[in-house]
């Protein structure tokens, strides 16, 4: 998210006077609960000799994770007794597996990688073991090293719960050499409407080159994430803060409307289903002329894209920055049997040594960006990453989780709403608008139902 903070304390419990229900988790958890006797087996058992273990590590289906998964062989020559075993599945199947087997105690994974919005709820839940006590020990792990907003919002009452595999923020990212043949140049803090009249001029459908490559797939890590940055920097909010839905407000509904007018004016054919992965392939391929996505996304860039690409901040309306915050990391679960080697390896696999690993082992556009300032100083990250690098930094120490927004609002968090339910809610309400993308029902209609989808998630948190 994708997955994103100077003057910020990131990612903290929702504020609100009573505790979150788990109505966004509780099929996951009921259903593994009737089924966790007899479905997931020994989990972290030990391996084949005296003394050694074997971990598992759910990990998500993305190039950061399968390197980590190439490298692993290079912690088992320093650590013979600990081998670890890799389930990689794709962010859905992920997340409802993971969440099933730490709510349940169920023991199947050691580790899994989870995102700034799971870390705070689930610490609340007890779920996560606390590992500020074992960080505090490990001198050379160097906590002082992590870039702040990044740390931060892997917190939950000062402590910290998972540690960071990788940043990032959201940029725009765009073709210098196709904004200069149509006589355009991009500053480097663009409003929405600046990229908006750029993205109508330079789409051109005739060589199969649109506009701008703007995320429509349903799901709120999907078509939310960027979508919501542009409803917060409209000035539109989930909540007013009395926990009353706002999706029907004008400023709501004038953002939804910009967002999906932009992508059918000037957005490639098929947008409801285009995600990240869709739309980095769609800009690689020389068919987008801008795309506004994860500042992760520019580690991906490949031939022309790669080489005449320029970025920009988030663009803009009424808020100085808009750009999200998310961090993929590695949290192990409060019940975990191996917590001594699980921690091992995880401090290994986000630490400054791991990442000179993955310069020197395969190379250092793989290297995972946004957690460890020391990772912008290497020269060698820099030959690869300087168009973007500062840019990255300064995305993420300006992303504001707590005022994400113009108005206050009662939760935390840029690209979501830092509520459980907010899964299922964020899903449904993205449902809703990509088929306003489609055009089999209007932005104002898909609102009004979303409002009320909204509405009755609101009334658990009424004050």
């Known amino acids: 998210m994708g997955e994103q903070a100077s003057p910020t304390p990131g990612v903290g419990p929702a504020r609100h006077s009573r505790r979150p229900g788990l109505t966004g988790m509780a099929a996951l958890v009921m259903t593994a609960l009737l089924g966790a006797a007899c479905s997931l087996g020994a989990g972290g058992g030990g391996g084949g000799g005296s003394g050694s273990v074997t971990l598992t590590v759910a990990a998500v289906d993305n190039p950061q994770m399968v390197d980590l998964q190439k490298l692993a062989p290079e912690f088992t020559k320093q650590h013979s007794n600990i081998q670890v075993k890799f389930v990689v599945l794709p962010e859905n199947q992920l997340r409802q597996q993971v969440t099933q087997d730490i709510a349940t105690n169920s023991g199947r994974y050691d580790l899994a990688t989870i995102g700034t919005y799971e870390v705070p709820i689930w610490a609340k839940n007890n779920w996560l073991e606390n590992l500020s006590p074992r960080i505090s020990k490990d001198s050379s792990y160097d906590e002082s090293d992590l870039i702040p907003g990044i740390s931060k919002a892997l917190t939950y009452k000062n402590n910290m719960y998972a540690v960071p595999f990788y940043g990032e923020s959201s940029f725009l990212m765009y073709r210098k050499d196709l904004l200069q043949q149509a006589c355009l140049t991009m500053p480097q803090n663009p409003t929405w409407d600046q990229v908006a009249a750029a993205a109508q001029k330079l789409n051109n459908p005739s060589k199969q080159i649109y506009g701008i490559c703007l995320r429509g797939l349903p799901g709120w890590g999907e078509q939310l994430a ?19 839905a706002q999706l029907t407000s004008p400023k709501f509904v004038e953002a939804v409307n910009f967002y999906v007018n932009t992508i059918k004016t000037a957005g490639p054919p098929g947008s409801a289903n285009n995600g990240f992965t869709e739309c980095l392939n769609t800009y690689n391929g020389g068919h987008a002329a801008m795309w506004y996505d994860a500042t992760s996304g520019a580690s991906s860039l490949t031939g022309d894209a790669a080489k005449n690409s320029g970025y920009a901040y988030a663009p803009v309306k009424e808020t100085k920055y808009s750009g999200w915050l998310w961090a993929w990391a590695l949290g192990m679960s409060a019940s975990g049997k191996n917590k001594d080697a699980a921690f091992t390896f995880m401090s290994w696999a986000t630490s400054k040594d791991y990442i000179k690993l993955v310069g020197q082992k395969l190379g250092w556009d793989h290297v995972p960006p946004g957690t460890r300032k020391s990772t912008y100083a290497l020269s060698e990250y820099q030959q690869v990453a300087g168009g973007f690098a500062q840019l990255t930094l300064d995305s993420i120490a300006n992303a504001d989780v707590n005022h994400p927004t113009v108005d206050p609002v009662p939760y935390t968090g840029v690209q979501y709403v830092d509520i459980p339910e907010f899964t299922e809610l964020g899903t449904q309400v993205s449902q809703q608008i990509a088929s306003a993308i489609v055009g089999t029902t209007t932005v104002d209609q898909a609102l009004q139902r979303s409002q009320g989808f909204a509405a009755d998630v609101g009334k658990k948190y009424h004050k």
Do not use: A, I
């Not at 940055?229 to 926990?243: A, K, L, M, P, S």
């Open 226 to 244: 960027p979508l919501d940055t542009v409803v917060n920097t409209f000035g539109g909010r989930w909540f007013d803060e009395q926990w009353n």
